[in-house]
């Protein structure tokens, strides 16, 4: 079994360890009534969407997400979060270093001892969910956990439901799929996002991903009998028509969301290996972008 395989399995076990993080992520990342910035990369740009969402919605003050390689210190911030696996990425730390200095800072991170921890005010090192993998899987998912419990939800179904997810079929035959589309609402939109990254990176795939409304805004135009339109959280219902009328086939489940992407995660590794490709090592792709 390849690592990105092995990685995915290990998930509700470390979404266990995250979620017992949630009052050293309450303080880092759920005061209330802050103005907060969240900043990433990659996998971690979607992650940061999705903790905005959540952390709104949650009721504790206005929060954006910005990628950081486009972050302009133009609005302020009395804390900006970067989250960061390797804690190397160069954008990520430009980023930082141009935060005013009165700014609280800080990074959620895999690796101790990386050059995101002189840029900081407060870590949060979750280090029991690094991967060897370039393709992210647990990390990402295991800051949405912490990040959620920090934000008082309760996950006592997380675990569950993630080894549901695990042993479930998948939704159809890789052979049978050329073109994938996964749709989310609220903070789910960046789950969507980053379903369709893993597809791109692991099985070099078409994939989109949308705001789940606005699919019939143009994008359903290109659905046909070989797109799966895979939908987390609570899509709509209304769209598998539109999908159906697409003659492409819808699919989604009542999972939580978190195991609703380690089913996508585990199709896009089954569709690389129908396409012959090793997820382990994705094509023009590194575990960190280091620019000279």
């Given amino acids: 079994m390849n690592d990105t395989s092995l990685e995915i399995a290990s998930q509700p076990d470390v979404w266990s360890r995250g979620v017992g993080l949630a009052d050293e992520g309450r303080a880092a990342i759920g ?28 009721g504790l003050g206005e929060t954006d997400a910005v990628c950081a390689s486009e972050f302009v210190p133009r609005r302020r911030y009395d804390r900006v979060v970067a989250v960061t696996r390797s804690g190397t990425s160069t954008e990520v730390l430009e980023a930082l270093r141009a935060v005013p200095a009165d700014t609280h800072r800080v990074a959620i991170t895999a690796v101790a001892g990386e050059p995101v921890d002189d840029l900081v005010d407060t870590r949060v090192l979750l280090d029991f969910a690094d991967e060897r993998s ?109 999908v159906r009328d697409a003659g492409a086939r819808p699919y989604r489940d009542s999972r939580d969301p978190l195991a609703q992407l380690v089913l996508a995660q585990r199709f896009a ?15 023009l792709l590194t575990r960190s972008v280091v620019l000279a």
């Fill in 31 to 58: 005061a209330r009534g802050e103005r907060m910035l969240v900043l990433g990369c990659g996998t971690s740009w979607f992650v940061a969407q999705s903790i905005a969402e959540l952390r709104e919605a949650a």
């Fill in 269 to 283: 590794v089954a569709l690389a290996a129908h396409r012959g490709l090793d997820p382990d090592h994705p094509r």
């Fill in 134 to 242: 370039v393709v992210q899987t647990r990390f990402p998912t295991t800051v949405l956990a912490l990040a959620r419990a920090a934000f008082g939800e309760d996950l006592a179904h997380l675990t569950a439901d993630g080894e549901a997810a695990l042993a479930a079929p998948l939704p159809a035959d890789p052979a049978d799929i050329e073109h994938l589309v996964f749709l989310g609402t609220g903070w789910t939109v960046g789950l969507a996002h980053e379903a369709a990254l893993k597809v791109r990176e692991a099985a070099q795939a078409w994939s989109e991903s949308y705001p789940a409304r606005d699919y019939r805004h143009g994008p359903v135009a290109v659905a046909g009998p070989r797109s799966l339109v895979w939908s987390f959280g609570a899509v709509p219902e209304s769209l598998d028509k539109a």
